[in-house]
């Protein structure tokens, strides 16, 4: 296992190419950011996660981003029994709770062209 310089974890198994996330001194659940073959690769994007507050409590919050861009792809706000997802770009967010795992898969690729954000489907 690799460990990129967001703290994300490069796994294989398998399903293919996948990268985890975890703070288990502050949550239980974990991200897991799956790559389909023809997706957009792990050096595209950079992940942050940390502590926040939304709507009077404190959450986790983890956010996807464009690699080196302050532009989010994906945003989650983790509660103890609730995740909300706000996508802002296509993607596929499956979320296991008895497993407490979120499963993220872009579902398009995101290119920086001209300084404008340009979002293409997969294939």
Not at 2 to 28: H, I
């Amino acid at each position: 296992d690799d460990v990129r310089e967001d703290g994300g974890v490069v796994q294989e198994d398998q399903d293919g190419a996948s990268v985890l996330y975890q703070r288990p001194a502050w949550t239980q659940w974990q991200i897991e950011v799956r790559a389909y073959p023809d997706g957009p690769s792990f050096a595209e994007v950079d992940a942050v996660f940390r502590t926040g507050w939304r709507d009077g409590r404190e959450c986790e919050m983890f956010t996807l981003m464009l690699a080196r861009r302050d532009f989010t792809l994906v945003a989650l706000d983790l509660f103890k029994t609730i995740v909300r997802v706000y996508a802002y770009v296509p993607a596929e967010v499956l979320i296991h709770q008895a497993k407490k795992r979120v499963v993220i898969h872009l579902l398009c690729h995101v290119q920086v062209v001209d300084e404008k954000i340009r979002v293409s489907p997969l294939g």
